[in-house]
């Protein structure tokens, strides 16, 4: 079937260390996005790719960094310099239809992050 | 998220109806989704407008009036099922952005 696969679902990171969460999508879609939620808080943009071997900036980038060496995936790697990195990661991949013509964006069922 | 207000809370009876709005920016506008999210689980679509109106989809409506920056989300014959957060979020230049949410809390 066709979707998006987050991995782990699950994740403790001891402080001061560097973790990467796994996204891959088998949908074809162009464009990939990473967000973050805090608990009872909406969701806010980390990093989005529109196309391979590019992307750029969200709302809060600090912290995290991206790669988009193919388009079927989107690694994020939470990195010690964010110093609260505690939260629900979705990552989300979309046709570029969705930024002007509508099509919807995607989700991939997230993944729990907690700093022991 | 760059200026996309909704309230944060509502509370709502069984079987009523109940509206939640959503304002937001007009710049570099392409369109605005809005998304139904369970707690501790992933966004589902709801609904998408990219012209003034309202669309209709079984219980759910959402209208837009690009020219004011607004948007709303109806629902009728509200379900206890239906208690969740729903998600305001606009497609702008090259990027989507969502709202903090709207908790629903719906009253048996």
């Known amino acids: 079937d066709g979707g998006i696969t987050q991995s782990p679902k699950y994740l403790f990171r001891k402080e001061g260390q560097n973790v990467t969460l796994s996204c891959e999508q088998n949908l074809n879609h162009d464009a990939m996005y990473w967000y973050r939620q805090d608990p009872g808080q909406g969701l806010r943009l980390i990093y989005y790719s529109q196309i391979v071997n590019d992307f750029q900036k969200g709302d809060i980038a600090e912290g995290y960094s991206v790669s988009r060496e193919k388009k079927e995936s989107f690694p994020l790697t939470v990195t010690s310099a964010q110093k609260n990195p505690t939260a629900f990661y979705l990552c989300a991949s979309s046709g570029l239809g969705a930024i002007i013509g509508g099509n919807t964006i995607y989700f991939g069922e997230g993944s729990w992050l907690t700093v022991v | 998220g760059q200026n996309i207000d909704q309230p944060t809370e509502m509370t709502a009876t069984e079987g009523a109806i109940v509206q939640i709005n959503c304002t937001y920016q007009?710049?570099?506008?392409?369109?605005l989704f809005w998304y139904q999210q369970h707690a501790g689980e992933a966004p589902t679509f709801l609904s998408y407008?990219?012209?003034?109106g309202l669309e209709e989809k079984g219980r759910f409506s959402s209208f837009l009036s690009r020219s004011k920056g607004y948007s709303y989300l109806l629902l009728k014959e509200l379900q206890m099922k239906d208690s969740a957060s729903y998600l305001c979020a606009v497609s702008r230049d090259d990027k989507i952005i969502f709202g903090k949410g709207t908790r629903l809390h719906i009253l048996p």
């Open positions: 007009t710049s570099g506008f392409n369109g």
């Open positions: 407008n990219v012209l003034d």
